[in-house]
């Protein structure tokens, strides 16, 4: 049986990434749609690509259970001794087995059947034709006319593509607002649609390291009654500008959802740590003209001062090069500037460390950490307790 096991994990890892590809794969050009390029229509004859593409992957995708049992059948064939078939199966084991050749073989049945269903007539029983019927008006009155209205947008510079998953893409044209899937799409015009953001949630992406990312979860429903199914898209805080840009309607913004930018996340919780800080005494508050260096609107009320401990995480005194110093700088920055600047001088990949790490003063240039940040005596937010020396 370890033979079995072995083709068995092989052709599901093979299926998994044949139906999620990973950028990798993408890249050298390992997907269904760049293999079956010759086919397909070209990209900027968006629907019909689709209406093509949608079909390819199902014939696709239905076929790798059967050609998995192809497969066993011929290594056992080839290698009657190592691959173990009926002969010395379990009743319970055949019987399995027997079923799943004969569903492997029906499902690539339907799916051939299905797809021929789908070409009839020039592809209008396809279900992304058969949605684009529901968008017809006096001015697009078939399913062909909306589709060319659409492609004609697709060609234009004025589009936005967002990628949100390996098989669902966000397409924003002037008009119109589709959601890429596996086999139907998601089509609405931009004048029915009414967008709201519901949630945001935080998830571990790979790029050159694991890092987390906000996501912001986006529900579009027509304004009125309609045919048109609601539907939701996800994508990442970081394109929520670029959409918003795009769209003729704005963004209704739940009040549990904000849309925070990496530093404003980290400002927010610098402040929190350096509330927890002692205070520094009255002699080193500003004068009431003082402005902070950097926004030039806010009072300085943070100075640094040296706090910490000369020690690691693990208790080891640290060599002189990795000490903090003292500041002999008077008050100049509000502490969100100052938090700022700490930001960026940090690497985007520690992003999960930051606040463990070191920087320099922006004027003398002495090291220091969040510990030896402190407000000056009656700056201290109200709401934040402040921690007793």
């Known amino acids: 049986m370890v033979p079995h096991i072995i083709y068995g994990i092989i052709f599901v890892m093979l299926f998994f990434f044949t139906i999620f590809p990973t950028t990798e794969m993408e890249s050298v050009g390992l997907t269904v ?3 079956c390029s010759n086919y397909l229509s070209t990209e900027t004859d968006f629907i019909m690509y689709h209406l093509k593409s949608t079909s390819v992957k199902l014939l696709i995708h239905s076929s790798m259970p059967f050609i998995y049992v192809i497969f066993i059948w011929l290594m056992a064939w080839a290698n009657p001794e190592e691959v173990i078939m009926h002969s010395h199966a379990s009743p319970l084991g055949e019987t399995v087995w027997d079923m799943f050749c004969s569903g492997s ?23 992304i034709a058969k949605q684009l019927q529901l968008l017809t008006n006096q001015t697009l009155p078939d ?15 004025t589009k936005i593509l967002i990628r949100s998953n390996a098989i669902s893409t966000l397409v924003v044209t002037e008009s119109w607002i589709i959601k890429t899937n596996m086999y139907v799409h998601n089509i609405i015009p931009q004048s029915e649609a009414l967008l709201y953001a519901y949630k945001i949630d935080t998830k571990e992406v790979i790029t050159d390291t694991l890092e987390s990312a906000e996501f912001v979860n986006i529900g579009v429903k027509p304004q009125q009654q309609s045919r048109i199914k ?4 996800r994508i990442n805080v970081i394109h929520i500008k670029d959409l918003r840009d795009r769209l003729q309607q704005p963004i209704l913004v739940m009040p549990s959802v904000q849309f925070r930018t990496l530093t404003e996340r980290f400002v927010e919780a610098f402040k929190e740590e350096v509330a ?19 926004c030039l609107q806010a009072q300085p009320d943070v100075k640094i001062v040296k706090y910490c401990l000369d020690v690691n995480a693990a208790g080891s005194v640290l060599s002189d090069s990795e000490r903090c110093q ?29 606040l ?5 003063c922006p004027m003398c240039r002495a090291r ?22």
């Open 230 to 233: 609601p539907f939701i898209i």
């Open 326 to 354: 003292p500041c002999g700088c008077r008050p100049l920055w509000c502490v969100g500037c100052l938090a700022t600047w700490f930001a960026s001088q940090q690497q985007r990949a520690e992003r999960d460390t930051w």
């Open 356 to 360: 463990s790490k070191k920087t320099t």
């Open 105 to 127: 073989g029906t499902l690539l049945l339907v799916a051939m059947v299905t797809v021929f269903y789908w070409a009839q007539d020039g592809w209008s029983n396809h279900p």
């Open 368 to 389: 220091f950490c969040v510990r030896d940040v402190c407000y000056l005596e009656g700056r201290l937010p109200q709401e934040v307790p402040q921690t007793e020396e």
């Open 143 to 157: 399913w062909r006319s909306v589709a060319t209205n659409i492609n004609d947008e697709y060609r234009r510079d």
């Open 33 to 35: 749609n760049h293999l």
């Open 276 to 294: 927890q800080n002692p205070t520094v005494p009255s002699t080193y508050v500003p004068d009431e003209g003082d402005c902070c260096l950097a």
